[in-house]
């Protein structure tokens, strides 16, 4: 930690308001996010109205099956499965 904040704990106030202005910056349509200078204002100001953040862009949701016992604790990761390909460049 930063030797100059180690007397400031910060505040449960503080640690949601971050984690909702850092929500409001993985919105999936840019134009629903906030300038760097909106961000600096919100994460400064004290009395800001924070905007409620939708759906983040890459939101994937998981459930748990509970059908039997040998399929407990299975993820049902439906039709949001994900695929990585990856590609290895090589110069010449």
Do not use: A, W
Not at 4 to 16: A, G, R
Not at 20 to 33: I, K, N, T, W, Y
């Amino acid at each position: 930690m930063d030797p100059l904040l180690e007397d400031q704990v910060p505040t449960l106030e503080s640690i949601l308001k971050c984690i909702q202005v850092g929500l409001l910056c993985v919105q999936q349509h840019p134009e629903e996010r906030p300038t760097m200078s909106s961000v600096v204002l919100m994460l400064d100001g004290e009395s800001v109205l924070l905007p409620k953040p939708r759906r983040p862009g890459l939101y994937s949701e998981r459930c748990f099956l509970e059908t039997d016992s040998s399929s407990r604790g299975m993820l049902n990761s439906g039709s949001n499965d994900i695929t990585v390909t990856t590609t290895v460049v090589e110069g010449r």
